[in-house]
């Protein structure tokens, strides 16, 4: 494993990249808002998509580089996202299939900038669906355009996505909350399961 730290638009960015031999495509996560790459679903995704021969990119977005907790406003964020999957794809993962994703608010940055960063499909873990001000974040999940993998835990506080065949929207849920720490078996399985369906595809 390896760091490097990348420039964007509002400060640098540090990535940890989890490479493998001959990678089949490369996998693009970030963090929750409070949180960290350490996160325990983070990791067990990681492990399964290096299972799975895709290399990973654990990415701390330029706030939490500067050693602040509260991300800033999503044009921000997804400003700084986009800075960093296409530094990535055009050296560190170049020519490779790019999927993106993350865990809550990292996952709806993955989702908001599908078009921007090219990926051929998005992971959410722990997809924060309903605000704490109660408005729905349904589009967000609807308009990513690719295939869609949401792993939520059956007692998410935030809600439960749907599943939406017709969107290519599959939805695993696990033991446990939004934090997803119950059940990394389950966790793992699911993503290990569903990017063999999507590197299949990719062929």
């Avoid at 996998?27 to 995704?45: E, F, I, Q, S």
């Avoid at 924060?128 to 993998?149: C, F, K, N, Y």
């Amino acid at each position: 494993m390896a760091a490097i730290d990348l420039d964007t638009p509002h400060g640098p960015a540090r990535v940890h990249l989890h490479p493998v031999g001959e990678p089949r495509a490369a996998l693009v996560l970030g963090h929750g808002a409070g949180g960290g790459v350490a996160a325990r679903d983070l990791v067990a995704a990681t492990k399964a998509a290096q299972a799975a021969g895709v290399a990973v990119a654990l990415v701390e977005m330029p706030y939490r580089v500067a050693g602040r907790r509260s991300p800033p406003r999503a044009p921000v964020l997804d400003a700084g996202w986009t800075a960093i999957v296409q530094q990535l794809a055009a050296d560190e993962l170049r020519g490779l299939p790019l999927i993106t994703g993350g865990r809550s608010s990292g996952a709806r940055v993955a989702c908001r900038t599908v078009q921007a960063t090219g990926a051929i499909a998005v992971l959410c873990l722990a997809f924060p669906l309903v605000a704490p001000s109660g408005t729905s974040r349904q589009e967000e999940l609807d308009g990513a355009g690719v295939p869609v993998l949401v792993v939520q835990g059956a007692s998410d506080r935030f809600g439960q996505p749907a599943a939406a065949p017709a969107l290519g929207r599959s939805v695993v849920v696990v033991k446990g909350d939004h934090g997803l720490k119950s059940d990394l078996a389950g966790v793992s399985a699911a993503v290990g399961a569903w990017l063999g369906t999507i590197l299949a595809g990719a062929r």
